[in-house]
């Protein structure tokens, strides 16, 4: 009898090893919810990405945050973080303000256009979690972050 992943993937054959589809598991859930998170954003013409940014300079308040510090926070890491932070400078989500005493350091801050997306946009992906793993009992989502946590090797 198939597994549930296996008729997912409309797939005959088993899988190689039990890691094989718990990898592969992991990966398909990965990519049904930035699907589905990119589809909440979309009205808001931001990717999950820039929602990820905004979140992180909300949180670093008014002292705002360098490119490499962003980076170093963000949950997908992205290849050229100066041009998504360009790309969200011009559509007016943050700001960006280079030190007179290092022209190499540039912090940048959340705008009040940015804060204002983050109030509109949250509410709709709070519903995707509690649609996603609201049912789940929270033992289960602790173990579940606990062995992510360790295939991601910091255990």
């Not at 039990?18 to 909440?40: F, K, M, N």
């Not at 990820?52 to 670093?60: E, K, P």
């Not at 649609?131 to 062995?147: D, F």
Request: aromatic content about 2%.
């Amino acid at each position: 009898m198939p597994s549930v992943l296996q008729a997912e993937l409309k797939q005959r054959k088993p899988f190689p090893s039990v890691g094989a589809e718990a990898l592969l598991s992991v990966l398909r859930t990965a990519a049904v919810l930035e699907h589905q998170l990119t589809e909440v954003l979309k009205p808001y013409g931001i990717t999950h990405t820039q929602y990820n940014v905004l979140r992180i300079l909300r949180g670093a308040g008014v002292e705002g945050l360098c490119g490499r510090e962003v980076a170093e926070r963000m949950v997908s890491r992205v290849p050229d973080v100066s041009r998504l932070l360009d790309r969200m400078e011009e559509a007016g989500l943050i700001s960006r303000e280079r030190d007179p005493g290092d022209r190499r350091h540039v912090t940048a801050r959340i705008t009040r256009k940015g804060l204002v997306m983050l109030e509109q946009a949250t509410p709709q992906l709070e519903a995707v979690e509690r649609a996603r793993v609201g049912q789940v009992p929270t033992g289960w989502l602790q173990q579940l972050i606990e062995v992510l946590s360790t295939v991601r090797g910091n255990r």
